[in-house]
């Protein structure tokens, strides 16, 4: 047991209380292999439980002025501000990421606390011309209830507030399920929801089994949203199982995100920009470069870079600030990335680096970074995710080629260009079919008061983060108020 993590076993947090499950499990330390803590495997009587809870405070809660209910996010704001360390090294310990992005991920929960607590002044809704005389017309926002968010373990804290801050701001209560992977990043953030005075049962965290009380959530009569982010397979199956339950779901899902390196790159920034982002968090993003379509013309000189940074990526556990890329999750996600890796030879693409377990003496998952060229864009490695520290090179002719090639996948979640030429870039940006573009930047690095998501297989048309989020938090009611003294019918009595 570490200094930094409190309990030995987590427990729910149902209404403003601590509560023990009848079963736990092990959580581990990717990069060692130790148990940290163990976690409730909670069952569908304590989500009923959690849903009651919620339903009950929601409606004093939605009663709450805005202004005063983002008051509770600017004291989150300042106690995560205070306890960033110390969460950014329990996040390093569970997940595995290094400290430096570990910081990273608090900081945009931080940030995003900031940004929603000024929502509270804000949630726009619109004032608008009636038809009729003296009659007045608005639209605006309301709360939808009792919302259910399920996060996955590669960002364990960020996404949680990109999507609890605006459902809370904009006066629902929350049911949360963390990934079980990951679950001390979930008892952190109640705890920290308690001391800013939120009040209890706005957020209720119940930890188990996606496919016990992620599935509970999801057929619960009284969850009027489900917020998913992970893998297309569950998201696939909980739409599915929204749709029929007529309940609005928002998901957000993989990527098979590409950089385009074109013949008049700064090739030295955009080898920078390419380790960034497909080697940080060990390619276990969802933004994650795991595509370089490369002009012809520079892809010697590129691999000759990344070859040259690549042996400066040490391997080991994040803890240490002299390690680069951390652990994988676990060995289930090991086992995929080894698998890719026989695919990718198989396929006719050629190895150039890696390809092999990281045998350190930790006990953790490590592998290590992969650099794949001359693949094609239609090779399996070039068009599934793989969720580890793999990418491929695809040459390229022309520009025309290389938009065909990035927007030639299922999925469309970022993509990013190197080019000087500013006529190109513009060209890119509209071209793209991806919900988030860099221009001579790598796949990574959102901001959070812009709309986070994507397109096609990525998602259902919903964003994470920005002003966008609120969309997914909250209806639109439209109200007429006729101040006329008399019987006014609309699109009749026109004078
Ligand atoms: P996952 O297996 O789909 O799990 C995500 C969450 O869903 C976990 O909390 C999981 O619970 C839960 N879950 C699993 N089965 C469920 C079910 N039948 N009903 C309800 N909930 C269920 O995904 P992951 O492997 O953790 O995450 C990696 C994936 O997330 C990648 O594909 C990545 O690209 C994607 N991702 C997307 C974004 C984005 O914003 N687009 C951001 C980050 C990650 P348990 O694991 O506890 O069982």
Redesign the pocket.
Known sequence: MTTFIEVDTLKNYIAGNWEEADKTTAVMNPATGEEIVQVPLSNQEQVNKAVAAAKQAQRKWALVPAPQRAEVLYRMGNLMKENKERLSRILTMENGKVLEEARGEVQEGIDMAFYMAGEGRRLFGQTTPAELKDKFAISQRCPVGVVGI??????PIA?ATWKSFPAIVAGNAVIW?????TPLMAYELAKIFAEAGLPDGVLNVVFG???VV??A??HHDDIRVIS????????R??AAKCGQQLKKVSL????KNAVIVMDDADLELAAEGIIWSAFGTSGQ??TACSRVIVHENVKAKLEERLLEKMKHLTIGNGLDETIKVGPIINEAGLNKIKRYVEIGKEEGATLLAGGEVWQGELGGNFFSPTLFTDATPTMRISQE?I?GPVVSLIPVKSFAEAIEVNNGVSYG?SSSIFTKDVNRVFQAQRDLDTGIVYVNAGTTGAEIHLP???TKG??NGHR?SGVQALDVFTEWKAVYIDYSGKLQRAQIDIE
């Open positions: 399920i996060t996955p373990w590669n960002f996404i399920k963390p990934a079980t992977e089994s996606g496919s992620g599935d959530m999801v998913f982010t992970g893998s297309n397979d569950t998201g199956q909980i957000e899902m993989g990527g993003r969802c995710e969720f979640l986070f998501g994507g990525t998602g994470d």
